[in-house]
């Protein structure tokens, strides 16, 4: 099928780090997305990594792609308030335009 | 800076009434997507387009329409609001190959009474 999940909610306390997952379908992507959507606002790409790479480092985040599993995460090292927001992964239909969202995990962080 | 806007942030119809979303994007893209979003369901394709005039049906097209006469406006088009079409409605466009990133709009949340 064509649905990306998700974990719904994330809690975690300042300075620790969060790790959202994500299960995808297309296992010819060529790029994999992470959204973030902070409140009242609308989607923002946060990082992305192509598909023949395991992971990709940028700042406090970190992806990694298990194309085996499908599997997808993001890390985000030393997680801060301003981190609070919901994060999609989202990956492009091959031979299409469309794009299939997961769910979005809500991630608080408490101080 | 990249930009997409949206025309409203928040509005209020009443059921039987037919809305007008309109989207612009200033990036000279050639796709344009309407999601709606939804808690729990994530984002939702209504209609996308990848070309002025063209157009192709999403996973939940029913009730809505959408028009694309110039290449930065995108409409989306409720013919008969209903309740259940209560909901957040995002914009997005991107260019044109289907790996690009999209896009987004801040988002217009609808409610219909």
């Known amino acids: 099928g064509e649905d990306v999940e998700q974990s719904l909610f994330l809690s975690v306390r300042e300075g620790d780090s969060s790790v959202i997952n994500c299960t995808y379908t297309?296992?010819?992507?060529?790029?994999l997305y992470w959204y973030k959507q902070e409140p009242g606002a609308g989607l923002q790409l946060l990082t992305y990594i192509f598909s023949n790479m395991d992971m990709k480092q940028d700042q406090r985040l970190t992806v990694l792609l298990n194309k085996k599993d499908k599997h997808l995460s993001l890390r985000i090292a030393d997680t801060q308030t301003g981190d609070s927001a919901i994060y999609f992964c989202a990956e492009p239909l091959s031979g299409t335009y469309k794009y299939i969202f997961g769910t979005g995990t809500r991630l608080k962080v408490l101080a | 800076d990249v930009k997409v806007t949206q025309s409203s942030r928040y509005l209020v119809k009443r059921t039987g009434e037919k809305v007008f979303l309109e989207c612009v994007q200033d990036?000279?893209?050639?796709?344009m997507f309407w999601y709606r979003q939804d808690p729990g369901l994530g984002l939702r394709l209504i209609y996308f387009?990848?070309?002025?005039?063209?157009?192709e049906k999403g996973d939940i097209p029913e009730g809505y329409s959408v028009s694309r006469e110039k290449k930065e406006r995108f409409s989306l088009i409720l013919e008969s609001a209903s309740t259940n079409q209560t909901s957040m409605y995002l914009c997005?466009?991107?260019?044109?190959?289907?790996?690009?990133?999209?896009?987004f709009g801040p988002g217009t949340r609808l409610t219909v009474l």
């Open positions: 997005a466009s991107s260019l044109r190959l289907s790996y690009n990133e999209q896009f």
């Open positions: 990036m000279d893209h050639e796709n």
């Open positions: 297309d296992s010819s992507s060529t790029y």
């Open positions: 387009s990848y070309d002025v005039k063209m157009k």
